[in-house]
């Protein structure tokens, strides 16, 4: 334990560390030597293309990928064309920008995925230098061309390229060159060795380093770091200027004394860093520069690569990997030597205990009496996750516990989260797996993308057992993983369909969020169409399985899942569908077997398609509905002899339906509009489209008495509404005598009272006082109420020694009638 | 000003200020000043959701309908149509998109397709070949439009007449009862979308207790009795639209002193009826007979309050008096307008008619010679009352005798043949099809058993202090209404035989949820029920869902869903089928 700080280095005021994370696991004949080499940050994958010795046809170089800790994923010859730049996209995908400026796309096991190109000009110039650079945006890619052309593309995922203007004077490739992210923009900061200048979209700025000294020389290199926040520029004298890149400020200037320009300049700092350095690397010697002015030398025995981080610098050399950092600064505080910090007591108390003494007790008594326990506790939580050594990381985080135990209100939030974390990040730091992710970088890139970076190197038992650890939701968790698992497992090619759907059946089960018909779309894309039909089956959400069975031509299986699905719109697109590629025949048995989609078919005939409507009835023997079509369809005709026809026809279903009274009633309407036709002819009566009623009403108006009467016994109308109807349209008419004929003509099946009311509605007492005698008893009162005959009333009243029809004429009496009333009072009472 | 929409157990609020976002960021997307063309249909839901304010802070400048031919002139950068998934509709706006091509080229199209997005609808445009023409296609989802505190519709005019659409609003329900095949069927679907959709949502703690799924088949019987609240008057008689009544003006008019009434406004008025009126709120659900009390007892209120003014001395009374006058005014006002309504409806329902027609519908519901030929309907017929109402009454005796006799149904159907015309002869048959109308097959009927088990009339119901559900149709009890409080308390289980009577299965389904989202109820908390009825409900059945929330016994609070909110007449209207005749 007293050895943690053996490799700290002082750096100015803080200290420096550089840690072995792997011996790599990769065996390399010429080391790194005459190689492109591309390292992904955040831990990523290892690109090597090795130049063969000698350019020739037909030894071609070989694109090895590794893991971080050197495993091999993948080793191919590389066939295409020479490369220029190789890059890690930000979803680990390679990049591997060739001379005549396309960029071909690999994923991590080497596979080709796609292509793109910089630009037609470039087949003829050549690409010269690029750079691959990640922004907000996703992965970009900048190129500068033999015409000194710049050439970038911001996000290769949606691909737009943009041609950044002329830079004067630029001959050939500039002396160096960054790529930098301000506000939201992606610029190029180049120097032609002694001007420099900024390369936006519309224009090309000449700018200055400010404060860098005349004797400065001119620019041989130039980095930014990880964050785009801060620039380092190395002259030809060798002073290193640093700065914010808006080159407002200047931070420093070092003279490294060293002339040769380096292989390669990195940034290496830390958020909250005290002290930030730039790690130069020649070929026998690591410099970090610190802005403080303060220079570590290491030596190296082995080409290096370094790749910038965004809490430090990690170095690769064929043999081992090594991690160069900034010690943060809780780390400093609890294992600087003599340290009085919190925790650095605290990691000291716990340490007593565990040999049984009581010194354990003075320690935190001193934490106690300061009231620094919390503070402490927090301190050996959070360096723990700094630590990369298990061992430390355990007794950091004992100490903790320990700590703990004497605070009554601290929240275990920290203690149990850093405990899960960190068991995470060692697992995935395993060298099999090869992530080296420190505690900073993991939370910046966060869990979910941790997962996918798991996922994407088919670490699938891992991810899941991770996300069930850590008790990530399913749709977020096993889901997503689970997801990927099954579409990587239809792709393999070496077993069976049924094998595949067992397992994924058995694997994915019901699990929430996995879409089985992505799966089979996937499936379906690598030509295993019925595997693609095994899984549909087992997609739960009806709708999503259609479009895919549409694809596969599988359309009846379609048209089900459809109708399960529930959505109308889902069944008229394969309704539809099926229409255009069926003959009729077997599209209307194959709608036959499926009555919701035949029935929603119905529907869309009746808007739009009512000729086709028909076959279907007629195809269904549904006679009842087929003669309602031709009777609706008998109102869209112009011609009466048509629309008679199809009533005719309509007749004909209606029986063969054994619906006797709708036949009877068409007959009856057929025979009534001939009716209508022929008066119409004959008298010009405007008859036609008339109801019965309002034909007989008609006629009785015209004074066609005959012909009223012909129609009411042909066509057996009841006497009560031929008798109501002759009584008004007498009465309208004012045909008096005539009313009185027809009042006569039989006993009124529908009274007398009636006759009554109808002549007073036309204001003729005299006629009406003709009936009221005929008025049967029971309505007797009414009747003389109605030609306000109180006296008739009151009469009819008390003969018949009815209470609530005495009540009614005395509600009618007004104060002038008072003898009336008396009587009327009377007859009441007496009867009680 | 929506606010009475959250007065509820349940805030449906959140429903109204979550379509109003999605409108607003689909407003948004189009940029530039706009114009929306409406289809007509539309403009009546949207005005539940949002005022034109709201569409004119987002640049919406001019509103159009939707009408074949060339598009009126605007200057505005986009033309917005809000459209249902129709075809024809589709052929006009291919029409319009055409016409308007020829003239501007700079003007962006864009669809809104309320509810859904249709592909079949897209495909029609496509072959009319205008799809490209559109630079957004989105769609609006208003499937659950907040009418009230209480009350949500769909407003989906034709659920009955179709068969039923599905809904998914999965995650807010516990447990689900329901009656009625389209139940069964909604009820499977949405279990499948549970199972479908489970972990990708957000796990919400559930609103509602119980979901409770019925058919209108199941009580076809209660939208055809004429409804005696007094909301349910309004609409019965004049019809509320999305919230609005239009009435006669007459009784509306300003009558100041010294005026002549000669300029009587000839304008309809219109007038917003929710319970964001406290008067209303009040009366809406009372019998009609019981609201006359209402009113005056309010009045004398209201003028008591007043009177306060001669009691206030210190300038503090009179500023406290004064402060409240803008409230005291609004209540005068609304009592006014209420006093009027009431007025008006009072002559009707004072009216012989009106009255021969309530004895009829109540001699059926109680099952006085059901299955004979009613000599009222008869009379009707021949006076040539109007066929809904005629059709309304035949419906209601059909139901009540479980179908008519051969010879009483074939003498009606006759009648209307002859007197209303032929034509109708559709409607006849689709009345036949949804069972409103049918022929009695055996000679058992269920209708007497089913009212007696389930009390569904009640001959002292008490229409000024209800002490039961049947006041709102003055003795009838709406069985649906009388299911759902069954249901309740005792439990089906208790009315196993009826329910065998009722067309289609009945069941129970419960979800399944996760520990932590069973709801720790308060005591003395009541629990909440979500009613759906599926093919539409009447604002009568509504009033007495009301009035078992509020009986303290109850335990048990409703929320109201429906497709359509209707009446008898307007169902009826729904279910015919009438042919334009081209004969010229």
Redesign the interface.
Known sequence: MTFITANWNPLGEAFYRKSELYEMCWNLRDGLRDCLVAAAPYGGPIALLREPVRRSPSSRPQLEIYSASGVSIASFPWKSGPVVHLGWTVSDELLCIQEDGSVLIYDLFGSFKRHFSMGQEVVQSQVLEAKVFHSPYGTGVAIVTGSSRFIMATNIDDLKLRRLPEVPGLQGKPSCWVVLNQDRQTKVLLSTGSELYILDNTSCTAVSLPGLAPQGGSIVHMSVSFSYKYLAVLTDSGHLWTGPSHLQDKMSEVDTKKLTPPKQMVWCRRPKSQQPSVVLMWDRLLMVVGVCQDTIQFPTEDQCVLVGEMDGVRIISSTNQELLQEVPLVCQEIFKIASMAPGALLLEAHREYEKSSQKADEYLREIKEQSMLGEAVSQCIEAAGHEYDPNTQKSLMRAASFGKCFLTDFSPGQFVTTCRELRVLNSVRESSVGLPLTHTQFKQMTLQVLIDRLVYRQFYPLAIEMCRYLKI???QGV?RVLKHWASCKVQQKDLSDEAIARAMCAKVG?S??VSYSDIAAKAYECGRTELAIKLLDFE??SGEQVPLLLKMKRSQLALSKAVES?????V??VV?YLKNEMNRGDFFMTLRNQP?AL?LYR??CK??EQETLKDLYNQDDDH?ELA?YY??A???????ES?LSLLQSAVDEYNKAKNE??AK??E??MR?LRFQRKLDDEKGAGL???????TMEALLALGLYKQAEQLYRD?R??D??YW??KLKSLAEKEEWDELEKFSKSKKSP?GYLAFVEVCMKSNNKYEAKKYVSKVTPEQRVKAHLAISDLDGAADAAIERKNDSEIATVLSRCSAADRLLIERLNRASTAKK | MAAHLSYGRVNLNILREAARKELREFLDKCAGSKAIVWDEYLTGPFGLIAQYSLLKEHEVEKMFTLKSGKLPSADVKNIIFFVR?R??LMDIIAENVFSEDKMHSSRDFHILFVP?????CE?RLKEQGVLASFVNIDEYILDLIPYDGDLLSMEYESAFR??Y??NDQTSLYHTIYGKGDCAR?VAN?ML?MK??F???QNQILPVFDTLLLLDRNIDLLTPLATQLTYEGLIDEIYGITNGYVKLPPEKFAQKKQGEASKDLPTESKKLQLNSAEELYAEIRDKNFNAVGAALSKKAKIISAAFEERHNAKTVGEIKQFVSQLPHMQAARSSLANHTSIAELIKDITTSEAFFENLTVEQEFMTGVDTDKVNTYI??C????DPLIKILRLMCMQSVCNNGLKQKVF??Y???I???????H??TL?NLEKASLLKLQTSSRNNYPTIRKTLKLWMEDANEQNPNDISYVYSGYAPLSVRLTQVLARPGWRSIEEVLKLLPGPHFEERQQLPAGLHKKRQQGENRTTLVFFLGGVSYAEIAALRFLSQMEDSGMEYIIATTKLLNGTTWIKSLM?R??????
């Open positions: 939701p399913d749709y889901s019901d929430p969020g739960a959400r529930g959505d109308t719109d889902l008229y697109t539809t919701v029935s529907q869309f808007l739009q009842k309602n009777v609706t008998s109102y869209r005709e112009k011609r009466l629309r009274f709708s009633a068409t009856e309407e009534l036609l489209e008339l109801s019965l009623q309002a066509f109308v009841p009560k509404r109501w109807l529908i | 998934p075809l024809e859904r997005r249709s592909m079949l495909q179709e068969c659409l599905e069927h679907m499948r199972r479908e489970a972990g990708s008869e009379d017929i021949a006076q040539k074939e003498y159907k006759r009648e043949l002859q007197t209303y015309g032929y034509e002869i559709l048959n089928d042919p334009e005749s081209q004969i010229s």
